[in-house]
């Protein structure tokens, strides 16, 4: 739903309520309520809009925002930048605590997936990540880092000299090595969920 007078004809539609029902309901002509929808008339008064959301059975937010806030669409992680979430149409959600289990996290998360072809670590084909944009690293865990080769994903730390290491997760045995200065992070990995292989 891109516009508001789409969404309250898509909301009526799902109602079962014809224009002129969905008039009496909320106390205006059943003109008026095309004009809505068709975006004849762009501004509605917050009374009236109140009583249109009551009508329909939704919430304001639901009405004036839609249900895309509500259903995040997963995003395209691709090896090369920019970051998915820059994307102006990208939806951000929100985790729970049980979700996040430990991780202090208050900003936004995206709902990544890697593209077709594309391949991370920590992260496998078909599978979910949920990911906050931020350029530090403040407590260790698996980050999204964009260096000279590109996006990729790996475990940070700080060592004992306060210098932030990196190691992979394709080598379980590697050794933590300093991140190079012209790496950055630019997001953190906060919760994963695996492609069901059964």
Known sequence: MDSLGQRIKHLRIQ???????????????DVTISYWESGAIK??????????A??????????????ARLKPTPLYLRGQPPVPWLDPNANHFTLSDEILAGVDWQ?????????????????DSGDLAAFGPTESCDQPG???????????????????S??????SGSDATSVPI???TTERVVGRLLARWR????
């Open 15 to 29: 109602a079962d309520l014809n224009k002129a029902a969905l008039a009496r309901k909320v106390g205006v002509s």
């Open 43 to 52: 501004q509605i008064g917050h009374e009236r809009l109140v009583a249109l």
């Open 54 to 67: 009551d009508a329909l059975g939704c919430t304001l937010a639901q009405l004036l925002e839609g249900d």
């Open 107 to 123: 900003g936004e998360c995206y709902l990544v997936t890697p593209a077709p072809g594309e391949r991370f670590d920590y992260l």
């Open 142 to 160: 698996r980050y999204l880092i964009e260096g000279a080769g590109g996006l990729y994903i790996g475990q940070l730390e700080y060592g004992d």
């Open 162 to 167: 306060g210098e932030l290491l990196f190691s």
């Open 178 to 180: 300093p991140l190079e």
């Open 195 to 198: 492609k069901d292989s059964a």
